[in-house]
């Protein structure tokens, strides 16, 4: 077997290198993956996907119009799952092999392109035309092998021998049996209303158009491939291939810049928001335990509040103050600097001293004042935390 695979990469080696940096793609996705915390089960390595294939430049309608054309090539890498990737590497190699034995290593590289990203370029502006929905994902070197297929067929056809007419016939009936099973998944998703399309029927369409076209070609490739031109032509094929690399790991570190200074502003927003929870929750436990002082000294004292004063012993108090301390401790940084910080200083003082001894009509008055003070700073904080979040979400879209 080894023999045989070290053979096939001397005498195939675009078509064995394609195949290798599918397989390399793939397992960075289930590596990436694991990383991130999403373990797949098995049914969904196997039939359903691994998921968004996205930072590795899988493509969709909304990426493309905002001008990412490179996922055109990028996405024929990506794959979703071992099906998805077992059944295109078989594809390759029976039709890669094939079309590499006629042109040779670098002109075959070039097809690949040429189909790859012309067969994907069509099927996204026949989706933009058709107003398809612009965040379905699309992946797979499907687009690719359809065109190979169509590039076959239109050889066979034109060759006008036995042989031509036997590999026609088999061509066209592989592009039928692709055509009816695309029409039955619609069918079937359209019945489930819930269920997402498996397969691109519009890549398929579009590698096969483009695929197509190069066949008639195909004499004067047999010709050029003897000649500096295929050298020159799989030279450019190889480092467009590169470039769209490059360009989506480029986009991929600035989309990771770009989360991350999101995800700090989400949680900024959301510390704001439990600070303002967390003075609430102080204010509360002021009005019980001056409540308390009210009632030691057998004033009058709400009847909601007689219950929870009655069942609540002095140990229990004392532990909530000390927690409702830490908790405005905790907001120091935020409240207890700037033009709250005087608010801060004696809201704080005033808590301390609750349960020595009950607070008069004025403390509680002054606890109130300063309370509101560092609710509005609060609030205020929070607002432009959040504002800022949803520019750097907006942002995040346009960009």
């Known amino acids: 077997m080894l023999r045989s695979l070290a053979r096939d990469v001397k005498q195939f080696p675009a078509t064995m290198a394609l195949g290798a940096l599918w397989i390399v793609v793939f397992v960075l996705m289930i590596v990436s993956g694991l990383r991130h915390g999403h373990a797949p089960s098995l049914r969904q390595v196997f039939l ?38 077992g059944l295109n590497l078989l594809g390759l190699y029976q039709l890669g092999t094939l079309v590499e034995s006629w042109y040779g290593a670098p002109l075959s590289l070039a097809i690949y392109v040429l189909i790859g990203s012309g067969g994907n370029l069509l099927s996204g502006l026949a989706r933009l035309a058709l107003g398809s929905n612009p965040d379905i994902h699309s992946g797979g070197g499907s687009t690719v092998l359809m065109g190979l297929v169509g590039l076959c067929a239109v050889v066979g056809w034109r060759s006008k021998t036995r042989v031509g007419e036997y590999l026609h016939r088999q061509m066209v009936l592989m592009l039928a049996i692709t055509a009816l099973l695309g029409v039955a998944i619609l069918v079937v998703t359209w019945l489930l209303g819930q269920m997402r399309p498996i397969l691109d029927n519009w890549g398929h369409a579009g590698g096969a158009l483009v695929g197509a076209a190069i066949g008639f070609a195909h004499r004067p490739m ?5 000649y500096r031109v295929a050298r020159w032509a799989g030279a450019i094929a190889a480092l467009s291939l590169v470039a769209c690399g490059a360009a989506q790991v480029r986009v991929d570190r600035v989309e990771d810049d770009i989360h991350r200074v999101q995800l700090n502003a989400l949680f900024r927003w959301q510390a704001f928001e439990d600070t303002r929870l967390k003075l609430f929750g102080i204010q509360d436990f002021y009005q019980l335990a001056a409540a308390r002082g009210d009632f030691e000294q057998s004033r009058f004292v709400d009847k909601s509040l007689l219950l929870s004063l009655l069942t609540r012993p002095d140990a229990t108090f004392r532990r909530e103050l000390q927690q409702s301390l830490d908790a405005l401790d ?5 409240l207890g600097t700037g033009p709250t910080a005087a608010d801060f200083e004696r809201l704080r003082t005033l808590l301390a001293r609750v349960l020595m001894q009950p607070p008069t009509i004025f403390e509680r008055a002054e606890f109130r004042a300063h309370m509101d003070a560092l609710h509005h700073r609060a609030l205020q904080n929070r607002d432009q935390a959040r504002a800022r979040f949803e520019a750097l979400v907006r942002q995040g879209r346009l960009g």
């Open 48 to 85: 359903i996907g691994l998921g968004s294939g996205h930072r590795f430049g899988d493509l969709t309608l909304r990426e493309l119009v905002h001008g990412e054309a490179w996922r055109t090539l990028t996405c024929t890498f990506v794959h979703y799952g071992f099906l998805h990737i």
């Open 222 to 226: 047999i010709q050029a491939s003897r």
């Open 330 to 334: 905790s907001a120091k940084d935020v």
